[in-house]
């Protein structure tokens, strides 16, 4: 009763469970800077957002003042034990990042890129073979499964059905039907013990291999984890690994969709790639339920946030902050530098970062090889507030007709 009398004299800022088009949340997010950047929403519970690029930095890296194992997440989810790494703060949380960092290094992730080039080949001339289809459904999706299904060495029905029941998850989450949220995260926790009793029956490299490194971990002489907290461990990555390279995949083609002038400079220049790709990331990030909860009563820009109080990190707004970055809603290939915090900032940065960067590479270096033009060719329809970027991405594609050998 307390917490409730506690917020029951303050008026919400904003509200962010509306429907979205592709392009409506940043409009919201810009106004929201200007007119409130600390700001207080009396859904999901009640929850303050940070919309600042400054002030999203500060939460993530004061990890005494701002925790994740209370409530990282807006909603607040239900949980029975606490999932790795997320869910756990520092010193303890290196244990399990320390294993994590091991395996997804640039260059051992680097290694999958002709599995990621040819999955995404693959998908791509099924698509091309009939003018087109949604690009979110038939690519982004398959393709963010079988990306991490090869880095994991598991089949790839196994990690199409952990995504088929993500979105459920997600939708169950944003709903607040804890029904939903308890029977969907059981699932997912059946497959991860799938994923670990499949990882044990087998001989596997702990220096390049996920769960054999989460294994190795179990026999750590100074800082053991549990086989328990590994399969924890297993359910949270198999989830965000899958997710965030689906949503970011449908936004980067929405783009290029809507300007066919970047569609030929890149097909032109694909060394500008790696580039462009930090440029997307910045523009469309992913995520903007993570949270941290205040430790004590603290103030952002003349909010009080008390003690206790989920505050939510707002990353697509701080990625578009004008006080940052110039001209915050443009597309700019010579944006340098350009230090967007898509991945997050602080200790829980994403550690997967290295992955995505290759297969979202992969990806548009793939789709742009093989199609002359790509435009959209219906609405684009949004996934809810748990990730941004498109659920459906309606396309009509153009293959791209190569010269035959010399005569």
Same mark, same amino acid.
């Given at each position: 009763?307390?917490?409730?009398?506690?917020?029951?004299?303050?008026?919400?800022?904003?509200d962010?469970?509306?429907?979205?088009?592709?392009?409506?949340?940043?409009?919201?997010?810009?106004?929201?800077?200007?007119?409130?950047?600390?700001?207080?929403s009396?859904?999901?519970?009640?929850?303050?957002?940070?919309?600042?690029?400054?002030?999203?930095?500060?939460?993530?890296?004061?990890?005494?003042?701002?925790i994740?194992?209370?409530?990282?997440?807006?909603?607040?989810?239900?949980?029975?034990?606490?999932?790795?790494?997320?869910?756990?703060?520092?010193?303890?949380?290196?244990?399990?990042?320390?294993?994590?960092?091991?395996?997804?290094?640039?260059?051992?992730?680097?290694?999958?890129?002709?599995?990621?080039?040819?999955?995404?080949?693959?998908?791509?001339?099924?698509?091309?073979?009939? &003018?087109?289809?949604?690009?979110?459904?038939?690519?982004?999706?398959?393709?963010?499964?079988?990306?991490?299904?090869?880095?994991?060495?598991?089949?790839?029905?196994?990690?199409?059905?952990?995504?088929?029941?993500?979105?459920?998850?997600?939708?169950?989450?944003?709903?607040?039907?804890?029904?939903?949220?308890?029977?969907?995260?059981?699932?997912?926790?059946?497959?991860?013990?799938?994923?670990?009793?499949?990882?044990?029956?087998e001989?596997?490299?702990?220096e390049?291999?996920?769960?054999?490194?989460?294994?190795?971990?179990?026999?750590?002489?100074?800082?053991?984890?549990?086989?328990?907290?590994?399969?924890?461990?297993?359910?949270?990555?198999?989830?965000?690994?899958?997710?965030?390279?689906?949503?970011? =995949?449908?936004?980067?083609?929405?783009?290029?969709?809507?300007?066919? &002038?970047?569609?030929?400079? =890149?097909?032109a220049?694909?060394?500008?790639?790696? #580039?462009?790709?930090?440029?997307?990331?910045?523009?469309?990030?992913p995520?903007?339920?993570?949270?941290?909860?205040?430790?004590?009563?603290?103030?952002?820009?003349?909010?009080?946030?008390?003690?206790?109080?989920? #505050?939510?990190?707002?990353?697509?707004?701080?990625?578009?902050?004008?006080?940052?970055?110039?001209?915050?809603?443009?597309?700019?290939?010579?944006?340098?530098?350009?230090?967007?915090?898509?991945?997050?900032?602080?200790?829980?940065?994403?550690?997967?970062?290295?992955?995505?960067?290759?297969?979202?590479r #992969?990806?548009?270096?793939? =789709?742009?090889?093989?199609?002359?033009?790509?435009?959209?060719? &219906?609405?684009?329809?949004?996934?809810?507030?748990?990730?941004?970027?498109?659920?459906?991405?309606?396309?009509?594609?153009?293959?791209?007709?190569?010269?035959?050998?010399?005569?």
């Amino acid at each position: 009763m307390e917490d409730d009398e506690m917020t029951a004299d303050r008026i919400a800022d904003w509200d962010p469970r509306g429907p979205e088009t592709f392009d409506s949340a940043h409009l919201q997010y810009t106004e929201i800077r200007g007119r409130c950047p600390v700001a207080w929403s009396d859904a999901f519970g009640g929850f303050w957002s940070v919309f600042k690029y400054d002030d999203i930095v500060r939460v993530t890296e004061d990890a005494d003042g701002f925790i994740t194992s209370i409530q990282n997440t807006v909603p607040g989810i239900p949980r029975a034990e606490r999932r790795p790494p997320l869910h756990i703060d520092p010193p303890e949380h290196r244990r399990y990042r320390r294993p994590l960092n091991q395996v997804f290094r640039k260059s051992v992730v680097g290694r999958f890129e002709p599995r990621f080039r040819e999955l995404a080949g693959d998908l791509l001339e099924a698509m091309l073979a009939r &003018g087109g289809g949604d690009f979110s459904r038939e690519f982004a999706l398959p393709y963010a499964a079988g990306a991490f299904a090869a880095m994991l060495g598991l089949p790839l029905d196994l990690m199409l059905r952990t995504r088929e029941i993500g979105i459920r998850y997600s939708f169950a989450i944003q709903d607040m039907d804890r029904e939903r949220i308890k029977a969907t995260s059981d699932e997912l926790y059946v497959v991860a013990e799938e994923i670990f009793a499949l990882v044990t029956s087998e001989d596997r490299d702990p220096e390049t291999d996920m769960v054999a490194a989460l294994l190795a971990a179990t026999r750590d002489p100074d800082e053991p984890i549990t086989e328990r907290a590994v399969v924890s461990t297993i359910r949270q990555i198999i989830v965000a690994a899958t997710g965030a390279p689906h949503a970011v =995949l449908g936004s980067c083609a929405v783009h290029l969709a809507r300007d066919a &002038g970047l569609q030929e400079r =890149l097909r032109a220049r694909p060394d500008l790639l790696p #580039v462009a790709l930090e440029e997307f990331l910045r523009l469309y990030s992913p995520y903007r339920v993570f949270a941290r909860t205040a430790t004590r009563d603290t103030t952002i820009r003349d909010r009080t946030i008390k003690k206790g109080e989920a #505050v939510a990190l707002i990353f697509p707004s701080g990625n578009r902050d004008e006080d940052h970055f110039t001209d915050p809603h443009t597309f700019r290939l010579d944006r340098r530098p350009n230090r967007h915090i898509a991945f997050g900032r602080g200790a829980h940065t994403c550690v997967a970062a290295p992955m995505a960067r290759i297969e979202l590479r #992969v990806a548009l270096e793939e =789709l742009l090889k093989r199609t002359a033009s790509f435009e959209l060719s &219906g609405e684009v329809e949004m996934f809810n507030w748990l990730e941004f970027g498109p659920v459906t991405t309606p396309l009509t594609m153009t293959r791209r007709h190569r010269a035959g050998p010399p005569r």
